[in-house]
């Protein structure tokens, strides 16, 4: 009997290499912009690897997406500024990096110190150069609360950090300001070096777009695995209950409703008889003959 060979491999579906294509031009740009968010690289990597592993289990839904890329970078900053996050004990001890630049580092502490919802804003409107309408899309809030979110972002920054000379200039102004400032930080290094979720930078290269898949389909398989062992559970307690219920339903028994012995008065016949036999006794007005 002839051996057959074993078919060739035929390499990467369409879908992975799209995707594959997807990370490689913006994961970098998002592990950026998420450290500027944040100011912790490790939660910064994090939130761009969850951001791709949820892209690849959405996969059909974000490749017909007008902007594949900005549907990505949603789920990143969703992630990344999720308030939990501050509480996690690695998270408050990883800190910023010491950068070189002490004007950077004032800038990178005074972006961390804003309201989550400003920082958000102004990276993407005077960061990233998104227009108004559409970072109000982005962060799904109308053009007047994001344009009111801009502005106290801008008066935060300036009184913070009056180098800046913010202050006292119209809005398109202060606009270019922060833009070129931000410019620099968002080609710049992300952080010292890759980390991982056990430990500190290790020198490690990013995840390529092949890992981040398979860690994707790996937590898609947990969730899934999570998801039937709840339905099970719930049908097995489902299945207790009905065993144990009656199969009838029993009205609860009612009781007697106690009544008063009927008494008898001395002389009501004959009063009634007297009112029988005297009817015009009970009238108000005497008879008229």
């Known amino acids: 009997m002839t051996a057959h060979a074993s078919p060739p491999a035929t390499g990467r579906s369409p879908a992975a290499t799209a995707f594959d294509a ?30 791709f592993q949820l892209a690849w289990q959405r996969w059909p839904e974000v490749a017909v997406a007008p902007d594949p890329a900005g549907w990505v970078r949603t789920a990143v900053y969703d992630h990344a500024l999720r308030p939990w996050h501050r509480l996690l004990p690695e998270e408050r001890a990883a800190g910023c990096p010491t950068l070189p630049d002490d004007a950077d ?6 972006l961390t110190a804003l309201p989550a919802p400003y ?45 800046l000379g913010l202050a006292g200039q119209p809005p398109a102004r202060q606009g270019a300001i922060l833009r070129d400032r931000l410019a620099a930080l968002l080609t710049g290094p992300a952080d010292d070096g890759p980390a991982t979720d056990d430990g ?10 092949a890992q981040v898949r398979a860690g994707g ?73």
């Not at 580092?105 to 005074?110: K, P, V």
């Not at 502005?151 to 009056?162: F, G, K, Q, V, Y």
């Open 200 to 209: 500190p930078a290790t020198g490690e290269p990013p995840p390529t777009g």
């Open 217 to 289: 389909e790996r937590s898609a398989r947990r969730t899934t695995r999570a998801a039937f062992g709840l339905t099970g559970l719930f049908a097995l307690v489902t299945l207790s209950v009905a065993v144990a219920a009656p199969d009838h339903y029993a009205a609860p028994p009612v009781p007697p409703v106690a009544k008063a012995p009927a008494t008898r008065h001395a002389g009501s016949d004959t009063n009634r008889s007297v009112h029988r036999t005297h009817p015009n006794q009970a009238r108000l007005l005497p008879e008229v003959p």
């Open 119 to 163: 920082r958000r804003v102004l990276l993407l409107h005077d960061g990233l150069g998104l227009g108004l309408h559409a970072t109000a899309a982005e962060v799904e809030a109308s053009t007047r609360a994001t344009a009111g979110r801009l502005t106290h972002a801008r008066d935060l920054l300036a009184a913070r950090l009056p180098e």
């Open 22 to 51: 997807l990370h490689t031009r913006h994961a970098a740009a998002l592990t950026r912009q998420a450290y500027l968010l944040t100011g912790r690289p490790r939660l910064a990597r994090r939130a761009v690897r969850r951001g």
């Open 105 to 110: 580092r004032a800038l990178r502490e005074a």
